[in-house]
């Protein structure tokens, strides 16, 4: 497997905290849940330990989230989706993990259904561009 086989990778000119603001009003403009935004620099630096920007933004659509948990329970071990903002090589990028992975180790999930979450989760990765 490799990386592009499960994540969805954009350099954008923003600034860091731009793309966090323009990451969390494109996951509002196509009506899915913001759950929760993980700064993981500043978990990290409490901890003792240097890192480069890193938020972790956890989402999910009610609708996707059911379908899925009714095929296999086991699936809550990949959700919520997630959309990440960091700072690699002194690139801002957004990053968000493909959905479609998820079929390649639960088969009861159909490919298809998969691809439906991965087209909005790279949309609001390129709305938030």
Request: net charge positive.
């Amino acid at each position: 497997m490799k990386q592009e086989d499960f994540a969805y990778i954009v350099e954008t000119k923003k600034s860091f905290d731009d793309a966090v603001v323009s990451v969390l009003k494109a996951v509002e403009q196509k009506g899915w849940a913001l759950f929760q935004v993980y700064d993981i620099k500043e978990r990290l630096a409490a901890k003792g330990f240097i890192q480069k920007p890193l938020k972790i933004i956890e989402i999910c659509s009610g609708k996707y989230a059911n379908q899925f948990l009714n095929k296999n329970r086991l699936i809550s071990l990949c959700m919520p989706c997630k959309i990440n903002v960091l700072v690699e090589n002194e690139k801002v990028k957004i990053v968000g993990m493909k959905p479609t992975m998820i079929s390649q180790f639960f088969s009861e999930v159909d490919k298809k259904e998969a691809e439906q979450v991965e087209k909005d989760v790279i949309e609001m990765v390129d709305n938030a561009r």
